[in-house]
């Protein structure tokens, strides 16, 4: 008789440690980091996952476990998943991987999740500057909602997704993404000069052996030592998906990946329950253990169809998706601008960034008028379902963007 439901595939136990975990379970993008399971065309299955930390921030309130985070370990990924056709071929360089997300929710029994800020001496954030203490708050579940005891007065519902989900790269990708970080990491920005926010952050997270885990691969061997010195960090997305916390990639979406080897190798994590666009706390969406029920699709030399003459080689074709039918609606929203001048006064040139910091440092001191301390704010608008825009990229010298925020969330709208 035929199982019914999902096949597992990735199963992980929240009692172990990450590198303890049955199959292994990675945090670097390699070509030859091998797959732990084979998945068929059509075929629903489900990976379980560890939150980005693995577990290393407790229930606790307490900041002490995000102030001394180690960053060299993030993200913890299950997979590589390798996948084939009805007939057993599987997915091949040039091929696009439709990725659609049939189900996801955090994991049983640990329905729970945190939001942080992390320290200006360990990685800091988007306004490292102004907030650079290590904050957090912790966030339970109630079905489709959210409430934390540190924010209170606040309930949203979530829309759950993964920060991460990503093909592995070929080898000639892996080159370029390390020659092109390696070279903006030793020359720094071309054109315009370093803003504040950056202090001790890296412009780039280049390959690391320190808290490397590269699944089957075994720690300490020579093929490791030389595969963690190549290995790229999970930290940026990249052509290949990764990190690019979309929170609208959700239940109901499809994801167009490029396949850049053998089998495409698929791999995710980074469990969100919800986040803000911008997710701009950097530790800053509800970070959860969760799973996900996936189909895959393979489209056959998919990758060209996206190329023109002028456009791009196949290394540099980026993913597209469909966003799902399910999501919160809001009807009411507190909307905040902010253009390319920053807090001193000083004008930039259409810089989008410098606009969305001051939409989000407006909302903050509007919000920070009806009770929650600045760091509260900072942390919900890193979280809560808000809205960011480029609104306006063309009329010099000013980019405009915008933050909405559903005013439902709030037990009392917050209007002066």
């Known amino acids: ?26 945090n ?29 921030i407790t229930q606790e309130y307490t900041a002490e476990d995000i102030k001394h985070a180690d960053q060299s370990v ?5 997979g590589p998943i390798k996948v084939v056709d009805t007939d057993g071929k599987p997915a091949e360089p040039g091929d696009l991987l439709a990725v659609e997300i049939c189900n996801l929710g955090p994991l049983p029994g640990d329905e729970w999740g945190f ?40 309930r949203f519902p979530g829309l759950v997704h993964p920060g991460i989900i990503g093909t592995a790269p070929s080898k000639e990708l892996l080159n370029i993404w390390n020659e092109r970080e390696r070279k903006l990491e030793e ?6 000069k370093l803003c504040e926010v950056l202090h001790s952050r890296p412009l780039a997270n ?29 930290i940026p ?5 990764g990190n690019c916390d979309i929170k609208n990639l959700s239940r109901g979406s499809k994801i167009y990946l490029p396949v850049f080897v053998e089998g495409a190798n698929l791999s995710t994590g980074d469990m969100h ?34 190329l023109t003459p002028m456009g791009p080689t196949l290394l540099h074709v980026n993913p597209i998706f469909e966003i799902g039918p399910m999501e919160p609606r809001f009807s009411e929203w507190l909307v905040f601008e902010g253009i390319s001048v920053d807090e001193s006064g000083q004008q930039h040139y259409l810089d989008a960034s410098v606009a969305y910091k001051r939409a989000v440092l407006s909302a903050i001191d509007y919000l920070s008028k009806f009770g929650y301390t600045k760091e509260q704010v900072y942390l919900l608008l890193s979280c809560c379902p808000c809205e960011g825009r480029i609104s306006g990229i063309v009329d010099a010298p000013n980019a405009v963007a915008t933050l909405a925020i559903p005013t439902a969330i709030f037990d009392q709208i917050p209007v002066l």
């Open 1 to 26: 008789m035929n199982s019914i439901g999902p096949r597992l595939v990735v199963e992980v136990d929240l009692k172990k440690k990450p590198w303890e975990q049955n199959p292994p379970l990675h």
């Open 28 to 56: 670097r993008w390699h070509p030859e980091i091998p797959p732990v399971a084979e998945v068929r065309v059509g075929e629903v299955f489900r990976i379980e996952m560890v939150d980005f930390r693995g577990g290393g």
């Open 74 to 78: 993030v993200h913890y990924l299950s």
């Open 115 to 154: 939001t942080a800020i992390f320290d200006r001496d360990n990685g800091g954030g988007f306004l490292t500057d102004h907030f650079p203490c290590a904050t957090k708050a912790i966030w339970y579940f109630e079905g489709i909602y959210a409430y934390s005891p540190h924010i209170p007065g606040v």
């Open 187 to 192: 020359t720094g920005p071309q054109s315009l």
């Open 206 to 234: 280049l390959p690391s052996t320190k808290g490397c885990i590269l699944g089957k691969i075994q720690d300490g061997t020579p093929e490791w030592n030389r595969i963690a010195n190549e290995a790229a960090r999970t």
């Open 237 to 241: 997305g990249r052509e290949n998906g």
């Open 273 to 306: 329950f919800s986040q803000g666009d911008g997710e701009v706390a950097f530790c800053g969406a509800i970070e959860m253990s969760g799973f996900l029920e996936l189909k895959c699709e393979i489209i056959r030399n998919g990758m060209k169809e996206y």
